[in-house]
């Protein structure tokens, strides 16, 4: 039977072990949400699951223009290739004969080639051949885990190598949508990125990982940035092989001497159009900077399409190798 002795004696012990649940307790908490939080953005879901809400994607990118009966994934080339790491890539060819223009057009995230078919069109129409790859992770694609754009600039090399081996005069122009956006960012500022791209076209890029999804889980959930996104950069870190603070098309554009157009929509909530500010601020190449008024995420292109696309094809005019 415990004397009041006894119970003093063990008193120092139990302070001790509640302690160490207070302190352990919320740790386990943070690992908890971090791991889930690299689960949900980066593993492959057929069925987007954002942390709250739905995809903008599919709401804003396909409605400016439904005419795509001249440009079908029908009428394209499929071509597989395999990635730097072994990865099965997917991409839709359209090619125009004697024709050495060709623009890469990169889908944003949970998409595939298909909600960019409208995009393709313009260039094709606009006297490009069109690659229009599944980025990985993504509809035939390979890999259980998303690029976040990051991965996604060395596939991004890949397809331009392949371009080249079918055209050696090819002169090659990058066009990207969020996700899209950031793998040509970050291909962009490269040193192997090839002499044949000429331009690249950003329409709403975030600046990192980390950033867009510390936005989102302030934005959506009410949470901080510390210590979920620290934990989350160290587990990607440890189990995808690069870190979120490293996935950074920020970095990347500070090195990049690829001409680009940044193009943002006003009222984008989604991805905040501050970011576009800071991507075009911190870029150290020829660049233009286009805000659509109103627009949100991944609209811009429904918003204005007459401005949109005069201020993309302005601007590759201005650098195309091949234009008078």
Excluded at 59 to 69: E, G, L, P, Y
Excluded at 84 to 107: E, M, N, P, Q, Y
Excluded at 150 to 167: G, L, M, Q, S, V
Excluded at 222 to 251: H, N, Q, R, T, V
Aim: charged share 15%.
């Amino acid at each position: 039977m415990y004397t009041n002795r006894s119970l003093r004696r063990a008193h120092p012990y139990i302070f001790i072990s509640r302690l160490a649940l207070l302190l352990t307790a919320p740790l386990l908490f943070a690992l908890i949400v971090a791991s889930a939080l690299v689960f949900t953005v980066q593993t492959r879901n057929d069925l987007y699951l954002p942390l709250t809400g739905s995809n903008p994607h599919n709401d804003a990118v396909q409605v400016f223009d439904s005419d795509t009966s001249a440009f079908t994934p029908e009428a394209a080339e499929v071509l597989y290739i395999k990635a730097f790491d072994g990865t099965a890539l997917c991409s839709l060819i359209w090619r125009k004969s004697d024709c050495h223009k060709w623009a890469i057009v990169a889908h944003g995230y949970s998409n595939d080639y298909n909600v960019m078919l409208n995009f393709g069109k313009r260039f094709y129409y606009g006297g490009y051949n069109v690659l229009m790859p599944d980025l990985r992770g993504h509809g035939k694609s390979g890999s259980d885990l998303i690029g976040m754009g990051w991965t996604d600039r060395f596939d991004i090399i890949c397809w331009i190598d392949r371009i080249t081996e079918y055209d050696d005069q090819a002169q090659i122009v990058l066009y990207g949508i969020s996700m899209g956006a950031d793998a040509v960012l970050s291909a962009c500022g490269e040193d192997g990125l090839p002499g044949n791209v000429f331009a690249a076209i950003s329409d709403c890029a975030f600046t990192s990982t980390s950033g867009i999804v510390s936005y989102h889980i302030n934005m959506d959930l009410g949470l901080p940035a510390f210590p979920f996104i620290d934990l989350a950069d160290a587990l990607s870190s440890l189990f995808i092989g690069y870190g979120w603070k490293e996935s950074s098309a920020l970095e990347q554009v500070k090195k990049s001497s690829v001409p680009t157009l940044f193009i943002h929509g006003g009222g984008d909530s989604f991805v905040p159009t501050a970011m576009c500010y800071e991507l075009f601020s911190a870029a150290s190449c020829n660049k233009a900077l286009l805000v659509i008024e109103g627009a949100g995420h991944a609209a811009s292109a429904a918003e204005n399409p007459e401005v949109y696309w005069d201020s993309i094809f302005t601007f590759i005019n201005r650098f195309d190798p091949g234009a008078a």
